[in-house]
């Protein structure tokens, strides 16, 4: 690729090539779109990874009400109910219309859906395919699509660095190839980009995944929200490999116990036990393990000998660690898994920057509130993905803009990791925090591989920081109370940066004091 190619101007960009991607290119087609993709199509998109499904009320005993009530319980006073209420009643369409796109739900011999429970739900409302290899089979038919769709240009192995902005109006963006740097001059970005499971060490997500859509949305000026929400997995298998692999919730679902070393079902006393909220689960095996205990997932009994059949995925990731889930506990422990916070978007997409839209993980729409409801991520994705479609149609293409190329690090958040896993984890004070600010700061300044990963962590940190409540899965040991009223956290990158810089000076003057 040269470093200015004009034959693109004017078509959306896309960057990301996962669930949230791939549909807002489908939907948007005929009009001509490139789609950037960091890596093979498929191949380190968390999509591709979920094994939960999609949850849409589709059972003669369920509807979208209760769908709503069941994910405002979960949110824990933070959900947008407009939204949360509009993107639910459109759920069990959008199942119908990813069948159109050739994915094959599991159904029942009668032929009807099959639907699952998990954690929260009051119904039967998950939608599967392939048993536990739901994103995987969503991912090969909107691949096949997209490959055979002739308006969408998929570019791999591209990655997004920077948003080209004047006049908080989208003008480019500036990616880098094996190449070399190149300026995409358009007026119409899409983020679609995923999480942030990069930045820590337990983490169910692919490792590449460090907020780069954060990071791209942060820098050019974009109001991000709920930052400080981050969702920890109570069930990823507890091994040395890196990301670490999930057990799905759907398991639980199925009978599964979660017991200790002594095997007590040391959950039995919460509120619906195995299948309370997420951050309530993750948070009781979190506490559990720290007093020196271990956990497991007891699938012997329930789903025992159907254990295989309906969970393969799982089965034979075990079988690889040399587990027989039929026969054997299997070791879990929290992992960070979902990032409910994002890029602040309205009904259609719309970020605070004209001319780029979220969509996907690194969305924050309102719906998932301080703590996602099992399966409503990809239910998410898969809807707001055809109105993020519409508004981007029905915007103007922008003003041709040149640039030149411009060299810019590779996002790289190892070194971070350790820092990051320890103050932003489970539970969390403002004394790690503001050490996590402190020694954030100067590398978010930096041009550096560690300068973009490090601005997102600094933001989650501030968020953090001036949360003094304990919501959803925000857990602060020095506040662990919950605010008589709930608000939704805004900040910009400009804003975290002179919090960060007030915390620095006032730091420095209590060590000169005498």
């Known amino acids: 690729m040269s470093a200015d190619v004009r034959s693109f101007f004017g078509r959306p960009i896309i960057i990301g090539g996962g669930i949230a991607g791939l549909l807002t290119a489908l939907h948007l ?11 093979p199509l498929g191949s380190e998109a968390s999509s591709a990874w979920a094994q939960g499904g999609l949850a849409a009320s589709l059972g003669v005993d369920d509807d979208p009400a209760l769908h709503l009530a069941d994910t405002l319980a979960a949110g824990d006073g933070l959900c947008d109910a407009d939204i949360a209420s509009r993107i639910l009643h459109a759920a069990p369409n959008a199942i119908e219309a990813l069948e159109n796109l050739g994915v094959r739900f599991d159904r029942t011999p009668e032929g009807a859906l099959r639907l699952g429970l998990e954690a929260a739900h009051r119904r039967r409302r ?34 997004a660095r920077r948003l080209a902005v004047e006049y908080n109006t989208v003008r480019g963006v500036w990616a880098s190839c094996s190449m070399s740097p190149v300026f995409l001059g358009t007026g119409r ?19 590449g995944s460090c907020g780069q859509g954060l990071a791209l949305a942060a820098r050019a000026g974009a109001v991000l929200a709920d930052l400080e929400f981050i969702q920890f997995h109570p069930t990823a298998l507890d091994r040395p490999d890196r990301p670490m692999p999930l057990i799905s919730e759907a398991v639980r679902g199925e009978g599964a116990a979660i017991v200790d070393e ?17 951050d309530v ?11 020196g205990h271990r956990a497991f997932l007891d699938g012997r009994q329930k789903p ?50 004209a001319g780029l839209w979220a969509c996907g993980e690194v969305a924050s ?15 998410e994705a898969v809807v707001c993905a055809r109105w993020v479609a519409e508004s981007v149609a029905g915007s103007a293409i922008g003003v041709r803009t040149r640039s030149t190329a411009r060299e810019i690090p590779a996002p790289d958040s190892v070194s971070l990791r350790p820092l990051l896993s320890r103050t932003l984890g489970v539970k969390r004070d403002g004394e790690m925090l503001r050490e996590a600010i402190r020694t954030l700061l100067p590398l978010a300044r930096r041009h550096n591989a560690a300068s973009d990963p490090a601005a997102v962590g600094l933001m989650i940190a501030v968020a953090a920081l001036l949360r003094q409540e304990s919501r959803g899965a925000h857990h602060r040991t020095d506040f662990p109370d919950r605010a008589a009223t709930a608000r939704r956290s805004r900040l910009r990158l400009d804003e975290a940066l002179a919090t960060a810089d007030e915390l620095a000076c006032s730091s420095t003057l209590e060590e000169v004091e005498p």
């Not at 002594?262 to 997420?278: I, N, Q, S, W």
């Not at 729409?365 to 239910?379: F, I, P, Q, V, Y």
Request: with cysteine.
């Open 189 to 207: 970005v899409v983020l679609a980009t995923g999480g942030i499971g990069g930045l820590f060490h337990d983490s169910t997500n692919p490792l």
């Open 262 to 278: 002594t095997g007590r079902r040391f959950l039995k006393d919460l509120h619906d036990a195995e299948l309370a909220p997420r």
């Open 126 to 159: 998950i939608v599967h395919a392939g048993g536990d290899g739901s994103g995987q089979e969503i991912m090969r038919a909107l691949v096949a699509a997209v490959r055979n769709a002739p308006s969408i240009v998929v570019v791999e192995g591209v990655e």
């Open 365 to 379: 729409t309102g719906l998932h509130g301080a703590n996602r409801l099992a399966s409503n991520s990809l239910t």
């Open 29 to 39: 087609a005929p009009e001509p779109v490139l789609v950037l993709s960091r890596t």
């Open 281 to 291: 689960v993750a948070r009781a095996i979190w506490t559990h393990l720290s007093n």
């Open 304 to 353: 025992g000998p159907t254990f295989a059949r309906q969970f393969p995925t799982i089965a034979s990731t075990c079988r690889r660690a040399g587990i027989d889930p039929e026969r054997d506990l299997i070791p879990i422990r929290p992992a960070q898994h979902y990032h409910m916070g994002g890029i602040a978007v309205d009904r259609e997409g719309r970020s605070s920057v």
